[in-house]
């Protein structure tokens, strides 16, 4: 699942003084200490930072500063985890206030830990959405998720922890440049980060609720991704399907090493396990891909597709009300997501209270959906203006 349907392609930071933070007298220093300790420990601490030295042409012909990160951030079970990413801060004196942050949550690039975009100069060729951010005005934090780049488990599709980890890269982004970045915010993801900016908006009242966020695009989102056991049981997977659903096997193997993955796979899905997941051998995987036969993916039991939907239905969203507005943008020919899926979603969503603006495009798919506006919308979030529809609108008027 490709955002905008693109190809799939130490410094040691010395923690600011957070100890400043108190009042100057009568505090022990075993106190300070304890403060700068717990810190240091939150969620979207700083644990490494370094320029960018590589960055791409385009962003270094803004002035923009390029930052390479490792971020403290949570898993959705609730363990710490270490998160890479990539910060960016354009050029010249901020608006009062700070810097807006726009937070990107990227589509799918792999599983494995060396599938973060931020490794790669150019974000594996998404860079080009960081410098229209930074052209708008935008500050840019940039996460990989966790298990990309960070160490840790990728569990592809949990929109719960890709949710976290969008939100604590933009206190990492706060915690780099302090006092340049407003705590105001927006977020933008597609196909698996639509899923994820969806997550974050839903979260971010009471995960971080020092932040504001404004509003949130998700588009092509994977938001529940549960059909794909019953999918597999019918034998019915395409080949662009199988590459995901193989890919949700393998992070799910890995998650749960007591489920049993031989009743998931079989053949060359079995043979060729260790390369479907990996980012090294790109050309393997995607030879691998095209030999996956829709029988070889088939759950061997009823019983086993239904653990295994149980499993991703508890990685869907909606899980809550989201505060902030959200734009969801989906298409009617798909190749990865059902549209039933979204809608379903969305009409969840909205009876839980959150304020949504569909955009439904009946006659594009995946990689050629239109999100020209997403932009323009956010602006005018950020402005204050109010959505003229949205489904909770609809359903107070009687039409949702």
Not at 37 to 47: E, S, T, Y
Not at 161 to 175: Q, W
Not at 206 to 229: C, R
Request: glycine residues 10%; neutral net charge.
């Amino acid at each position: 699942m490709n955002l905008h349907g693109r190809t799939l392609r130490r410094v040691t930071f010395a923690v600011l003084g957070f100890a400043l933070t108190l009042a100057a007298g009568g505090v022990p220093d075993d106190a300070r200490a304890a403060k700068a300790a717990a810190a240091a420990d939150a969620p979207g601490a700083l644990v490494e930072i370094k320029p960018i030295a590589d960055v791409d042409a385009s962003v270094r012909s803004l002035g923009a500063e390029a930052l390479r990160v490792l971020y403290r951030s949570t898993s959705s079970d609730g363990q710490h985890s270490v998160v890479s990413g990539a910060l960016y801060v354009p050029a010249g004196k901020p608006p009062a206030g700070g810097w807006p942050v726009i937070a990107h949550a990227h589509g799918t690039t792999g599983v494995t830990n060396d599938c973060g975009p931020s490794s790669s100069p150019n974000l594996f060729g998404m860079i080009v959405m960081v410098v229209a951010y930074l052209k708008a005005g935008y500050a840019v934090a940039f996460t990989d998720y966790q298990g990309l780049g960070g160490g840790g488990i990728h569990v592809y599709l949990d929109n719960k922890t890709e949710g976290y980890n969008v939100i604590d890269s933009v206190r990492a982004l706060r915690n780099a440049k302090p006092g340049l970045i407003s705590d105001r915010w927006v977020a933008i993801g597609g196909s698996q980060g639509g899923g994820a900016s969806w997550a974050a908006a839903e979260q971010a009242p009471v995960y971080a609720p020092e932040l504001h966020l404004v509003a949130a695009v998700n588009e092509v989102p994977a938001a529940d991704i549960s059909g794909y056991a019953k999918i597999a049981e019918d034998q019915g997977m395409t080949p662009i399907q199988s590459a995901a659903f193989t890919a949700i096997l393998i992070s799910q193997s890995r998650a749960h090493p007591d489920l049993d993955m031989d009743l998931y796979r079989r053949g060359s899905v079995k043979q060729n396990w260790d390369v479907l997941g990996s980012c090294k051998d790109l050309d393997g995987r995607n030879r691998a891909v095209m030999q996956i036969k829709p029988e070889e993916l088939k759950p061997s039991t009823h019983e086993a597709t239904l653990k295994l939907q149980s499993l991703l239905q508890a990685m869907a969203v909606p899980k809550r009300k989201a505060d902030a507005p959200m734009l969801v943008i989906y298409a009617g020919k798909d190749e990865y997501i059902n549209p039933a899926w979204t809608k379903k979603a969305i009409e969840d969503a909205c009876r839980m209270g959150t304020k949504i603006e569909a955009d439904f495009q009946a006659d594009k798919s995946h990689g050629t959906f239109d999100g020209s506006r997403a932009l323009d919308w956010l602006h005018d979030r950020l402005q204050g203006k109010p959505l003229t529809k949205s489904c909770v609108a609809d359903a107070a008027a009687g039409k949702g």
